[in-house]
């Protein structure tokens, strides 16, 4: 089987040191990443780990636009914890996800960034456009400075809606299967 007839994709990008994982991705490569992963529009699992990767909201927008195109996904694994996306593109992200039509398993990390309410609130208008979302592993932040109390609020109450027994608040994360 070659790459362009694969269904399922699992990448995860570091240099290793001989004392520490160091991470240089950056913008040009998550945007060359973006377009190779792009045309495998037949994908129905992927799991992407760039964390520590220097990944700013043009390499996030870059690859959101690229995630958007994979409209036979149903399964979602995005790490991006621990680089540089602020709200734009968090909400990039938001936008192009949001048009998976058979997405059913997100796993979102994106602790560690900038993300304020602005951006969580664009994850919460997402998951609210999910049709069949059925599982949801979410870490927005956890740099609680940065975070309002308004985007936790906004994430929670769409969680809330959505699972049994409610959602959580700063640093959400939602396991459990989700009911419509």
Request: aromatic share 2%; net charge negative.
């Given at each position: 089987?070659?790459?362009?007839?694969a269904d399922r994709l699992v990448l995860k990008t570091w240099m290793r040191s001989t004392t520490t994982t160091v991470h240089y991705l950056g913008v040009k490569g998550s945007k060359a990443l973006a377009e190779n992963v792009g045309p495998l529009v037949q994908l129905k699992f992927l799991?992407?780990?760039?964390?520590?990767?220097?990944?700013?909201?043009?390499g996030c927008t870059a690859l959101a636009e690229k995630l958007g195109d994979l409209v036979q996904l149903q399964t979602l694994k995005l790490?991006?914890?621990s680089n540089?996306?602020?709200?734009?593109?968090?909400?990039?992200?938001?936008v192009h996800l949001s048009g998976l039509p058979r997405l059913e398993s997100l796993v979102l990390l994106l602790a560690d960034n900038g993300i304020s309410a602005e951006g969580c609130k664009a994850v919460a208008n997402m998951i609210s456009r999910l049709p069949h979302l059925t599982s949801l592993?979410?870490?927005?932040?956890r740099m609680r400075d940065i975070l309002h109390e308004e985007g936790c609020i906004a994430v929670a109450k769409t969680?809330?809606?959505?699972?049994?027994?409610?959602?959580?608040g700063?640093?959400?994360?939602?396991?459990?299967r989700l009911r419509r």
């Open positions: 089987m070659t790459l362009q007839n799991a992407i780990d760039l964390e520590c990767n220097f990944i700013n909201d043009a790490n991006l914890r540089s996306v602020k709200n734009g593109g968090c909400t990039a992200l938001a592993a979410l870490e927005l932040t969680v809330s809606g959505l699972v049994e027994g409610g959602g959580g700063c640093g959400l994360a939602v396991h459990d």
